[in-house]
């Protein structure tokens, strides 16, 4: 079970780590979690994508659900493709509701025939854990990992720098995992992150993360990096933060998310529907939605905040964005947010309020920065 939430925020196996280096801490998600160190957010954002970034993520909730029924039993609850996930594969996935909105996102790994392992945000883990327990009880047995820590290396160095304690990690592609010891601690490392950039997420037991960020932090091309960047980086991939760019109030076909809706559980595949809010689902699938999730160019200086309101040029109410923020890689602001879909089309030139004034955005395609995984 997950820990009862205390009045101050708990601190991760890093901690005293993070105060070595003197990082900017904040409570997040329950956590005390380091924003940025000395270096400042642009510096660390630049180093991971020329270097390889060292994340303390280890306010993410990890699962394990177990038994021969353990896949299908969650294909209730998702909308992907969970069954023909072979040992070793990750998948992208999302927890919808009754009303077909979002309650979280979550990666899926198939780490034994009859284990699959979720990484669930660090926000909603107390939710989907009772999520799931409510749905699932009686189907798999379900295990809160409250003993592992969660580490992410990310960046065009990072295959170097861990095949250099593992050469099976070089060996994986995008999206595929391997339990596999690093300099004699046992880790489940999948070959995926969240900056859009080649990388890793580390499993490791908590007693032994400190020891082995340590160990990371030894190789000239590791730093350490905050949630800033972390945040900057993942814009700029064009990724989704939940609570900010989905959450309850928002579909999977709002939110750009179609491709993950497996074929095979849309309408017309062989196990259509059966999760839920596949009705409502469905019916957007084939007859479109409102709105949509877009990429927002500002075109001037002057960065776009979350929330602020997205108007056409008759000033009129066409959308909300949801992230917005400086492209260090870029040298520009960029943003996301939700437009009416027939202003979805990219090109489209719109206006964002932004103290009282309106400044001129143009949708765009994402990611703004090509994502670089490693596919083989």
């Known amino acids: 079970m997950i820990q009862e939430t205390q009045r101050d925020p708990h601190k991760t196996p890093l901690f005293a780590i993070h105060q070595e280096l003197n990082a900017k801490m904040t409570p997040f998600a329950g956590y005390y979690m380091p924003i940025q160190y000395h270096q400042g957010i642009k510096s660390e954002h630049l180093h991971t994508r020329a270097n390889a970034g060292l994340f303390d993520v280890s306010h993410m909730g990890q699962i394990t659900l177990t038994g021969k029924d353990a896949a299908s039993a969650l294909e209730r609850l998702v909308p992907a493709n969970i069954i023909d996930l072979a040992v070793g594969q990750q998948r992208y996935a999302t927890f919808t509701n009754e009303q077909g909105t979002l309650l979280d996102d979550l990666m899926v790994s198939r780490v034994e025939e009859d284990t699959l392992l979720l990484v669930v945000n660090a926000a909603c883990k107390e939710d989907d854990l009772q999520h799931l327990q409510t749905h699932l009880a009686n189907q798999c047995d379900i295990e ?14 990072a295959a170097d720098v861990l095949a250099q304690l593992a050469p099976d990690a070089a060996k994986l592609v995008f999206m595929t995992g391997k339990s596999m010891d690093l300099n004699g601690i046992e880790c489940y490392v999948t070959r995926s992150g969240y900056t859009g950039e080649d990388g890793y997420e580390i499993s490791v037991p908590a007693a032994d993360c400190e020891q082995l960020a340590k160990t990371l932090l030894t ?16 814009l700029e991939a064009g990724l989704c933060l939940y609570g900010h760019d989905i959450s309850n109030e928002t579909t999977p076909v709002e939110a750009s998310l179609s491709w993950s809706i497996a074929k095979c559980r849309r309408p017309g595949g062989e196990r259509a529907g059966n999760y839920l809010g596949a009705d409502i689902i469905a019916q957007q699938l084939e007859n479109g939605v409102r709105r949509r999730r877009v990429g ?26 949801t992230s917005g923020s400086f492209s260090p890689t870029l040298n520009r602001p960029i943003a996301m947010g939700y437009v009416e879909t027939e202003l979805a089309t990219p090109g489209t030139e719109l206006f964002a309020k932004v103290r009282n004034k309106q400044l001129p955005v143009v949708v765009s395609t994402l990611p703004f920065v090509q994502h670089n995984y490693y596919r083989g």
Not at 306 to 320: I, L, P, S
């Open 296 to 321: 927002l160019l500002p075109q001037g200086k002057a960065p776009v905040r979350e929330g602020a309101v997205v108007v056409d040029k008759e000033n009129h109410q066409v959308g909300t964005v």
């Open 219 to 234: 190789f000239a091309e590791v730093e350490m990096i905050g949630l800033g960047a972390r945040d900057s980086l993942r």
């Open 144 to 157: 809160y990992l409250d003993t592992k820590a969660l580490l992410a290396l990310q960046g065009p160095k």
